[in-house]
Nanobody, 128 residues
Framework: QVQLMESGGGSVETGGSLTLSCVVS?????????????VGWFRQAPGKEREGVAA???????DYLDTVKGRFTISKDNAKNTLYLEMTNLKPEDTATYYC?????????????????WGQGTLVTVSA
């Protein structure tokens, strides 16, 4: 079973920055490698549905939610089996629980249904 563990959440003021990390692992003999995966970041604000923030395919295709373009950057380190979400110029509306996700089957996108492996989430709070 593949496990994803996020870290890096916290509280910042408007205009601040945070970088989220997500380590992907599994119990032997399974050796998941994100080099062949579609990876993504999602977020869910209180009272709202979860939305796809960013996605990165194994071929380097990128996609971002319109409201974070130019401020958020998704990346990965295949050697560390870790993906990242660098967030800059944060706004109060970015406040949410952020989840990382990975998939080795199907198409790559920011749609929830394309991912079968999820982290537990890390909270990001942006104060005005």
């Amino acid at each position: 079973q593949v496990q994803l563990m996020e870290s890096g959440g916290g509280s910042v003021e408007t205009g601040g920055s945070l970088t989220l990390s997500c380590v992907v692992s599994a119990a032997p003999p399974s050796v998941p490698t994100i080099s062949t995966a579609c990876v993504g970041w999602f977020r869910q604000a209180p009272g709202k549905e979860r939305e796809g923030v960013a996605a990165l395919s194994r071929d380097g295709w990128l996609d971002y939610l319109d409201t974070v373009k130019g401020r958020f950057t998704i990346s990965k380190d295949n050697a560390k089996n870790t993906l990242y979400l660098e967030m800059t110029n944060l706004k109060p509306e970015d406040t949410a629980t952020y989840y990382c996700a990975a998939s080795w089957i199907g198409a790559c996108s920011r749609l929830e249904r394309n991912y079968e492996n999820w982290g537990q989430g890390t909270l990001v709070t942006v104060s005005a």
